[in-house]
């Protein structure tokens, strides 16, 4: 089975950086594209941003655009997510999740990821 584990979370100002990793195992982490999705305390899970098998495209939520960058080593099977000019609002468990398949056909669909690590807390404060 596929196996995701986020670390990285914290405690961090605001206006502060973080950077999250997401280790991943049990197939061939090169070829399947990658995604974080986050929870806000009382809110929904919502899209953060995705990137391809290769790297070479990129999505991302229009409230981080600018902020944050998602990234990949396939060599060392990892994703991670760079993220800038943290705010209050981004207070939330972020949670890395890949595809059934290689590609998603809707990269922004939190249907299309069926795996999903345990997720990471991150706490942005005043």
């Known amino acids: 089975q596929v196996q995701l584990v986020e670390s990285g979370g914290g405690l961090v100002q605001a206006g502060g950086s973080l950077r999250l990793s997401c280790a991943a195992s049990?197939?061939?982490?090169?070829?399947?594209?990658m995604a974080w999705f986050r929870q806000a305390p009382g809110r929904e899970r919502e899209f953060v941003a995705a990137?391809?098998?290769?790297?070479?495209?990129?999505y991302y939520a229009d409230f981080v655009k600018g902020r944050f960058t998602i990234s990949r080593d396939n060599a060392k099977n990892t994703v991670y997510l760079q993220m800038n000019s943290l705010k209050l609002e981004d207070t939330a468990v972020y949670y890395c999740?890949?595809?059934?398949?290689?590609?998603?056909?809707?990269?922004?669909?939190?249907?299309?990821?069926?795996?999903w690590g345990q997720g990471t807390q991150v706490t942005v404060s005043s």
């Open positions: 999740v890949t595809p059934k398949s290689p590609s998603p056909r809707l990269w922004r669909s939190i249907d299309e990821y069926p795996y």
């Open positions: 990137i391809s098998w290769s790297g070479g495209s990129t």
């Open positions: 049990g197939r061939t982490f090169g070829y399947y594209a």
